[in-house]
C-alpha cells in the first residue's frame, strides 16, 4: 500500500512507537520524533527512521503533506503544537491521546489552521516507551475518532484508515461523549486499581504473600507510570469526578448493607450482571458512507450505539 498518505509521529513511546511501525510495515513513507533520546536511539537501531527534531519532523510533514500524529503525554501538547503552528500550521492532524476536550481546546488555541481530527485507540499496556511497542498493538481495538461538527472528513478517512491498517475497528464519538465513557471505563480503574494497591500493600507482608489474581488483576495498572496516569486522569477531571461520584455511591451503599445487615448480596449480583453485559456485548461492524448528507451526524450516531466501523465509502 505505498501510496497511502505519509504518517509523521510526534512522541514515540508505546502508542506512538506501535504507530509509527503500523505505518512503515504497511509500506508508507512513514517517520517520528521523540524528546526521548533513548526512544529515538532504540527506534533507529530498529530500522525507522526518527528526524533529529520536532521542527525537522514537522517540516517534512508539510513537505509531503502527511498526516501528523501527536503522540505525546497531555502536558507536553501545548509546546508541540507551538512549533507545528510555525512549521506546520495547516497539517493534517490527529493524536493518540486518551482524553480529547482539552486536546481539541489546544489546538484551536495554538494551532487553528491545522485539520484537525481526535483520535483515541482503546489499547495499551502497563509498560512505556519505545520498547514497549508493537505493531499488533491495536489489532482488533476499538479506535476512537472524533466525529463532531465541522471537522474535515478528507482527514477523517483518513485517521480511519490509519486505524484499519493497524487492524483497528473505528468507533465515531462526539468528543465529550467520548471522555464521559473512557471516564467510567478508562479513568475510573486507574483510580480505583490504585486505591486496592494501596488497601492491600498496607496489609503488609502477609497479604501481599497472599495476593494472588483478583488482586493482581484488579491492580494491573497501577502499574502504569504514575506521571502519565495523573496527566490523563486530571485532563479529565469533570467527567472523571462524576465516574467517581457514581462508584463512590455505590460503595457507601455496599458499606452501610454490609454493616447494618451484613449482607453484599445487591453489590456482588450487580457488579456479576455488569460484567456479563461486557462479555455479551457483540457490537455491530458496518462499512460508513462518507457522502451521504450529515455525514458527522449519522457518523455520531453510530458511536452512541457502540457501531464499529470497518470500512469506507468511498473506499
Given at each position: 500500500m505505498?501510496?497511502?498518505?505519509?504518517?509523521c509521529v510526534?512522541?514515540?513511546g508505546?502508542i506512538?512507537g506501535?504507530?509509527?511501525?503500523v505505518?512503515?510495515g504497511e509500506g508508507r513513507?512513514?517517520?517520528?520524533?521523540?524528546e526521548?533520546?533513548?526512544?529515538?536511539r532504540?527506534?533507529?537501531a530498529?530500522g525507522?527512521?526518527?528526524?533529529?527534531?520536532?521542527?525537522e519532523?514537522?517540516a517534512r510533514?508539510?513537505?509531503?503533506?502527511?498526516?501528523v500524529?501527536l503522540?505525546?503525554?497531555l502536558p507536553?501538547?501545548d509546546g508541540?503544537?507551538?512549533?507545528?503552528?510555525?512549521?506546520?500550521?495547516?497539517?493534517?492532524l490527529?493524536?493518540v491521546?486518551?482524553v480529547?476536550?482539552?486536546?481539541?481546546?489546544?489546538?484551536a488555541?495554538?494551532a487553528?489552521?491545522a485539520?484537525?481530527v481526535?483520535?483515541?485507540?482503546?489499547?495499551g499496556?502497563s509498560?512505556?516507551?519505545w520498547p514497549?511497542g508493537?505493531?499488533d498493538?491495536?489489532?482488533?481495538a476499538a479506535?476512537v475518532?472524533?466525529a463532531?461538527?465541522?471537522?474535515?472528513?478528507e482527514?477523517?478517512a483518513?485517521?480511519?484508515?490509519?486505524a484499519f491498517?493497524?487492524?483497528?475497528?473505528?468507533?465515531?464519538?462526539?468528543?465529550?461523549?467520548?471522555?464521559a465513557?473512557v471516564?467510567?471505563?478508562?479513568h475510573?480503574?486507574?483510580?480505583l486499581?490504585?486505591?486496592?494497591?494501596?488497601?492491600?500493600?498496607?496489609?503488609?507482608p502477609l497479604?501481599?504473600?497472599?495476593?494472588?489474581g483478583?488482586?493482581?488483576?484488579?491492580t494491573?495498572?497501577?502499574g502504569?507510570?504514575p506521571?502519565?496516569v495523573?496527566?490523563?486522569?486530571?485532563?479529565n477531571r469533570?467527567?472523571?469526578?462524576a465516574?467517581?461520584?457514581?462508584?463512590?455511591g455505590?460503595l457507601?451503599?455496599a458499606r452501610?448493607s454490609?454493616?447494618?445487615t451484613?449482607?453484599?448480596?445487591?453489590?456482588?449480583?450487580?457488579?456479576?450482571q455488569g460484567?456479563l453485559?461486557l462479555?455479551?456485548h457483540?457490537p455491530?461492524?458496518v462499512?460508513?458512507?462518507l457522502t451521504?448528507?450529515?455525514a458527522?451526524?449519522?457518523?455520531r450516531?453510530l458511536g452512541?450505539?457502540?457501531?464499529?466501523?470497518v470500512g469506507?465509502?468511498p473506499s
Amino acid at each position: 500500500m505505498t501510496d497511502a498518505r505519509a504518517v509523521c509521529v510526534i512522541g514515540l513511546g508505546l502508542i506512538g512507537g506501535s504507530v509509527l511501525r503500523v505505518a512503515a510495515g504497511e509500506g508508507r513513507t512513514a517517520w517520528g520524533s521523540t524528546e526521548s533520546e533513548a526512544d529515538a536511539r532504540q527506534a533507529r537501531a530498529d530500522g525507522y527512521d526518527v528526524a533529529a527534531s520536532v521542527d525537522e519532523a514537522l517540516a517534512r510533514a508539510t513537505a509531503q503533506d502527511a498526516l501528523v500524529v501527536l503522540a505525546v503525554p497531555l502536558p507536553a501538547v501545548d509546546g508541540v503544537l507551538r512549533r507545528l503552528r510555525r512549521f506546520a500550521p495547516e497539517c493534517r492532524l490527529t493524536d493518540v491521546v486518551s482524553v480529547k476536550a482539552p486536546v481539541a481546546e489546544a489546538v484551536a488555541r495554538l494551532a487553528p489552521d491545522a485539520r484537525y481530527v481526535g483520535g483515541h485507540p482503546m489499547a495499551g499496556t502497563s509498560r512505556s516507551g519505545w520498547p514497549a511497542g508493537s505493531a499488533d498493538l491495536f489489532r482488533d481495538a476499538a479506535w476512537v475518532v472524533a466525529a463532531d461538527e465541522g471537522l474535515d472528513l478528507e482527514v477523517w478517512a483518513d485517521v480511519a484508515r490509519l486505524a484499519f491498517s493497524a487492524g483497528a475497528a473505528v468507533v465515531p464519538a462526539a468528543i465529550d461523549e467520548h471522555d464521559a465513557a473512557v471516564a467510567r471505563i478508562s479513568h475510573l480503574p486507574h483510580v480505583l486499581a490504585a486505591v486496592l494497591a494501596t488497601v492491600g500493600a498496607d496489609g503488609g507482608p502477609l497479604a501481599m504473600t497472599l495476593a494472588a489474581g483478583s488482586f493482581r488483576d484488579g491492580t494491573r495498572v497501577a502499574g502504569s507510570a504514575p506521571d502519565l496516569v495523573t496527566a490523563m486522569c486530571e485532563g479529565n477531571r469533570t467527567a472523571l469526578l462524576a465516574a467517581v461520584d457514581d462508584a463512590l455511591g455505590r460503595l457507601g451503599a455496599a458499606r452501610g448493607s454490609l454493616a447494618s445487615t451484613g449482607g453484599l448480596a445487591a453489590t456482588i449480583r450487580a457488579g456479576h450482571q455488569g460484567r456479563l453485559v461486557l462479555d455479551g456485548h457483540a457490537p455491530d461492524a458496518v462499512t460508513a458512507d462518507l457522502t451521504v448528507p450529515d455525514a458527522l451526524a449519522k457518523l455520531r450516531e453510530l458511536g452512541r450505539r457502540g457501531t464499529r466501523v470497518v470500512g469506507l465509502r468511498p473506499s
